[in-house]
């Protein structure tokens, strides 16, 4: 095994024909500006995908990484196929492979990977990032607003969030951990939750941001899309 640094992306992605695109360049731009530092592949799982998804993924990652299929239907079961997929792929240390999750609706900057590695290489063994939306067109008028001024991020940098949409861990402490658990739902803060009782060494920052879509209805049940539609529902004093 070697002890050069290995980072594997992964994304779950269902009908995500017309946001995967974005999200791919992003993080082939990601990876190009880490590959100096350690080697990275993706891995792509579609889940219960019913457009084209999978071609998409296929043409754009080209050798950059594999796409495999699953029919869970369930964004927790998708993550640990991708997950289980890339550690599979790969001969490396767990102790040297960094998985960085994110989602397909998601649009990650050139730094994202090098600055996880960065961090990793500092002995942080999780990550929790932040995320901001990319537009509010689907949404009321104040909804901008209030989401920027309810999304809490304290001085010092760190924060209270868990999205899988940026999470990223090292793959040995993420195994100790029981990896992605079978869920539609809160998988994020599932693993992140068991991440704290396997004592893994965390950090949330807000240093790590990816941009999310705005969209109002999204693909897990209860997520992201969920709670930032139900800021319409908030009354805005006049």
């Known amino acids: 095994m070697t002890n ?18 974005r999200c791919l360049e992003s993080v082939l731009e990601a990876r190009a500006s880490v590959l100096r530092m350690a080697s990275c592949d993706v891995v792509v799982a579609v889940d219960n995908s019913k457009d084209g998804t999978y071609g998409i993924a296929r043409k754009i990652l ?12 369930r964004v927790g079961f998708a993550r640990a196929a991708a997950a289980k997929t890339a550690l599979r792929r790969g001969k490396q240390n767990p102790s040297r492979v960094w998985l960085a999750n994110t989602d397909a609706d998601c649009c990650v900057p050139p730094t994202w990977l090098t ?12 990550i929790a990032g932040i995320v901001d939306v ?9 909804v901008r607003e209030r989401f920027r001024s309810t999304y809490v991020l304290n001085p010092d940098g760190t924060h209270p969030h868990i999205h899988g949409a940026n999470l990223g861990v090292r793959a040995d402490v993420y195994l100790r951990a029981g990896g992605w658990a079978n869920l539609g739902t809160a998988e994020d803060h599932d693993l992140w939750g068991r991440l704290a009782v396997a004592g893994a060494q965390k950090l949330s920052t807000s240093r790590l941001k990816v941009l999310t879509s705005g969209r109002r209805c999204g ?13 319409n529902e908030v009354r805005v004093e006049a």
């Open 4 to 21: 050069r640094w290995h980072i594997s992306v992964l994304i779950p992605a269902r009908d995500e024909e017309d946001l995967l695109p």
């Open 115 to 126: 600055d996880q590695l960065q961090l990793a290489q500092a002995g942080v063994e999780a």
């Open 62 to 73: 080209g050798n950059a990484g594999g796409v495999i299929r699953c029919k869970a239907g």
């Open 134 to 142: 990319d537009s509010f067109d689907e949404h009321g008028p104040h």
């Open 219 to 231: 693909r897990a049940p209860m997520g992201f899309a969920g709670a930032l539609a139900a800021h």
